[in-house]
């Protein structure tokens, strides 16, 4: 009887709870949308929203070859880091570390695919089970185990150029995205429950996230028309304009085949020209062509142009440092801060990675197979750079020389193997 009291009197304190208008939401994030069904307006240059977007920071990443170097420097980091599952229950702890290595990729390429982000502003992948029975032929039912529990097959991305609109609900939470199929163009809603949603930051909280290019976009586009124009130059330069004399009397009807050839007029292994001789009644030619020089030298040094240009680029994510070597200036101790400063930029991203991934993949593995533990379980990054084993050493004798007890002390002397990454002390030695 008093079980059953104390029930319903939980049971008033949780409706009520519920009913209460002070825990209601009154406001939202702001995020310009339409519908449940919709395709973000956020942004307000056209060639930046939407697949669009998806395309114009392809170009950026593929073409450009600053922000190819900024990306690559980047992604080598990142797949530097090693990954180790954490957990005081080891079972647990080893099922997950399993898991790791039984997909049909290697986790480098999913960590690879999550890098995507940076170029677009999030990275969407869909969570892929398969049971676990042992080899198999079909690729969608082969595992290294036999214990019968689900594991992830895969973690796939789903690229952004193919997502076209996003699902929300009246509470403003995202509850799906919507893809285009590349192969049939038709198109299937991915729940959100099946995705992992990686975002550079989470402005306004849409899923969108913001690119790190969005900032390089001006310069970009500048750099981009002023070598295209300086190449054209450059041409015009070295062949000199073309130009094509007709007379007076010649009919005007020749007037749009001469403009071809002047459009037309390439130095190369085909360049020529083939005219008619005519003259007219005086003996005067009535048709001519000649290249005409340019006077002197340009005002503007577009070389100065462009490096300005390519330094603002690499200056939005830190990583300016990659165009020390091509200036006239430039110390050591300035390149080692600056990589210092950018690894330790690159690192956050890294743990945000990890942050997704703890937050949902790994406890939605968990809960799908029965797993319940007290004992917490996380897929954590090593560190991205090596320290300075110099700085390092200065800073273990200064300490033995203020007479801290270093050793023996099994704890550090793991933990200086393991930052200088050299072997594990044997059982021997031990």
């Known amino acids: ?56 920071y392809r170009e950026m990443r593929d073409n450009d070859p600053v922000i190819g170097a900024m990306l690559f420097a980047i992604d080598m980091l990142i797949r530097n880091a090693s990954w180790h599952v954490e957990s005081e229950d080891e079972e647990t702890k080893a099922f997950v570390e399993s898991c790791m290595l039984d997909m049909s990729h290697t986790w480098d390429e999913f960590i690879s695919e999550v890098l995507s982000m940076l170029t677009f502003g999030y990275s969407l992948h869909e969570i892929v089970y398969k049971k676990r029975l042992g080899e198999n032929k079909d690729p969608t039912k082969n595992s290294k185990f036999t214990d019968g529990k689900i ?11 193919s997502i076209t609109e996003w699902v929300f609900d009246d509470n403003d939470e995202l509850v799906g995205a919507v893809q285009q199929l590349p192969s049939s163009y038709k198109t299937v809603t991915l729940p959100a429950e099946r995705l992992l949603l990686f975002r550079t930051r989470s402005q306004k909280d849409s899923p969108e996230g913001r690119s790190i290019l969005r900032n390089v976009y001006r310069p970009w586009y500048f750099k981009k028309k002023i070598e295209e124009i300086e190449a054209i130059g450059v041409e015009r330069d070295l062949t000199g304009i073309p130009v094509i004399y007709r007379s007076a009397e010649m009919a005007a009807q020749y007037d749009d085949e001469l403009k071809r050839i002047l459009r037309n007029i390439r130095r190369d292994e085909q360049e020529g020209l083939l005219l008619p001789l005519a003259y007219d009644e005086n003996g005067h030619k009535m048709l001519e062509f000649s290249l005409l020089s340019a006077p ?5 040094d ?4 462009i490096d300005r240009y390519n330094q603002t680029i690499a200056m939005t994510s830190l990583a300016d ?27 956050s991203y890294l ?5 997704v991934i703890n937050r949902v993949a790994v406890p939605r593995l968990l809960s799908i197979n029965g797993i319940r533990s007290d004992k917490s379980v996380t897929i954590e990054p090593g560190d991205i750079e090596t320290p300075d084993l110099q700085e ?19 704890e550090l002397e793991d933990h200086l193997r393991r930052i200088a990454s050299l072997p594990v002390k044997s059982e021997k030695a031990i």
Do not use: C
């Open 1 to 56: 009887m008093e079980n059953t009291m104390n029930k319903s009197k939980r049971m008033e304190e949780v409706e009520k709870y519920s009913t209460d208008p002070k825990f209601d939401e009154l406001g939202s994030t702001g995020l310009q949308r339409q519908g449940k069904i919709t395709t973000l307006d956020e942004e307000f240059v056209r060639d930046l929203k939407g697949v669009r977007a998806a395309r114009t």
């Open 151 to 161: 594991g992830w097959r895969k973690l796939p991305i789903r690229s952004q150029d």
């Open 296 to 300: 002197g030298a340009r005002q503007f």
């Open 302 to 305: 577009t070389s100065k142009v």
């Open 321 to 347: 440092f990659i165009l020390l070597g091509h200036e006239s200036v430039g110390s050591f101790a300035l390149s080692s801060s600056k990589t210092r400063l950018f690894s330790v930029a690159i690192n």
């Open 351 to 355: 743990w945000s990675i990890a942050a």
């Open 392 to 410: 390092l050493g200065q800073y273990i004798s200064a300490l033995a020389g203020a007479g801290a007890p270093l050793f023996p002390d099994p």
